[in-house]
């Protein structure tokens, strides 16, 4: 008989789906949710009366009860789903109580916030998973084997652009992470994916960064020159409806009515607020240039409002070059879509080998969210089977990481010049990463 395991889950908005429905329809063999918690209470019963969530009848508890559940419960891991800024506070007090934690990205928003994290970890010796599904897309796992074949010889430098879609990209303007002091702002949460992936793409640590950024699209400016004259601060009470390209009806949603909507009477949060807000405090563009611990540099970019989403990276490395491009398909989160699917059309991976004709790689494909990383994601969460070659499972070292190029950058752009990661968090310590080739191996190229 398989062993069951216990969770209880933290935070009810868009992104604890997933997990509740891998546990409440794929992996009840070996889950059971025994608990879920959230300061929403209409989320909080919503999410109870799911049909693949009431037959474990989990106790309900409101934010302020989490000591109370983990005692009347003990759920052997809680998964944090809720509001990135206070991902540290449950973390540390699941660890302190004695679980295993899973938890989105990013792991948390601040530096102290960071340090707090690895010193309960240290002290409690509990385990702590941080879920990057980019790094379990298949196209991304595949550049990872490329790069440890050593096709490319030794990585000399890295050029990443992401592409944010208007649609998609617009929907962080909307929802809470408009702030940072909830989000971090982009660069922390939604760069945490892609600093993530090049760390583990390099096995290398960031070591200092320099970085720029602006808003210049979701300004009340912008507004005025696609000739809305009157917005309001949400759509929904909005005279310019039918004139804007970004408004967005909760209403006519059902998932987005159901989790959004229905409940702003428990707490008044506002899932539509105006892009074009003056009040908000995050960029839409973004670039940053990292210096690694193995002597690559990394130039970076995010832009928010592009005609495409997805992005472009390129490998420079002593044998050659390595370029790929991904396609995702457009959504909002929350909205009952696939988030991120792979666009094959638009997807590809070539080889530039030195004085060398090009060729392209046979591409891994991979079906659902997120490039087709989500299932495979899961089931290393809820039912691994065995070792990695590509060690795709993160933990905290690697979750602060990610984060701290964020928090650096954010540093940078608010008080110029670069920023060490030491200073951030000292001695912090690398991840379990798969070997990569040996710097400096001699290597021959072919003669003209």
Not at 2 to 22: H, N, P, Q, S
Not at 236 to 261: G, I, T
Not at 280 to 307: H, P, R, W
């Amino acid at each position: 008989m398989e062993k069951i395991t216990t969770y209880a889950i933290v935070g009810l908005g868009g992104r604890a789906r997933m997990y509740l429905e891998a546990i409440g329809k794929t992996f009840t063999a070996t889950s059971r949710l025994v608990a879920l918690c959230d300061r929403n209470e209409g989320r909080l019963n919503l999410a109870a009366e799911l049909p693949y969530v009431a037959p474990f009848a989990p106790k309900k508890f409101a934010a302020e009860q989490f000591d109370q559940m983990i005692a009347e419960t003990r759920p052997e891991i809680v998964i944090v789903t809720c509001q990135d800024s206070f991902h540290d506070l449950y973390i540390c007090r699941a660890m302190e109580l004695g679980c295993d934690v899973i938890t989105e990205k990013p792991m948390t928003t601040t530096a102290e916030k960071a340090r707090r994290i690895l010193e309960t970890k240290q002290r409690t010796g509990r385990n702590l998973r941080v879920t990057f599904n980019y790094r379990y897309s298949p196209p991304r796992t595949q550049i990872k084997e490329l790069l440890m074949s050593g096709v490319i010889g030794d990585i000399l430098s890295v050029d990443f652009q992401w592409m944010l879609d208007t649609a998609h990209g617009a929907d962080y303007f909307r929802r809470w992470h408009r702030h940072k002091s909830n989000s971090g702002g982009l660069l922390v949460h939604k760069s945490t994916h892609h600093f993530d992936l090049v760390n583990w793409w390099l096995s290398a640590l960031p070591k200092e960064l320099v970085a720029a950024g602006h808003r210049r699209f979701a300004t009340p400016q912008t507004a005025q020159r696609l000739g809305l004259a009157h917005p309001a601060p949400r759509c929904l009470q909005c005279a310019e409806q039918a004139h804007c390209p970004f408004f967005l009806d909760l209403a006519s949603n059902e998932e987005l009515k159901s989790v959004y909507l229905d409940q702003e009477s428990y707490d008044g949060y506002h899932r539509d607020q105006c892009i074009f807000s003056p009040d908000m405090d995050i960029e839409d563009s973004m670039q940053a240039i990292v210096n690694y611990d193995n002597g690559v540099t990394l130039k970076y970019s995010l832009n928010a409002f592009c005609a495409w989403e997805g992005f472009t990276i390129q490998f420079n490395g002593t044998k050659g070059r390595l370029e790929h491009k991904c396609e995702e398909t457009v959504y909002i989160n929350g909205d009952g879509t696939v988030p991120g699917a792979l666009k094959k059309e638009g997807t590809f991976t070539r080889i530039y080998p030195t004085r060398e004709p090009a060729y392209e790689v046979p591409l891994w494909t991979g079906e659902g969210g997120h490039g087709g990383g989500d299932a495979v994601l899961l089931k290393d969460l809820f039912a691994p089977d065995g070792q990695d070659k590509y060690l795709r499972a993160a933990d905290q070292r690697a979750g602060a990481a990610s984060i701290l190029c964020g928090i650096a950058a954010n540093r940078s752009i608010a008080e110029g010049g670069w920023v060490k990661i030491e200073d951030l968090v000292p001695n912090l310590e690398r991840p379990d990463y798969p070997p990569m080739p040996t710097p400096c191996t001699p290597f021959t190229l072919p003669l003209k």
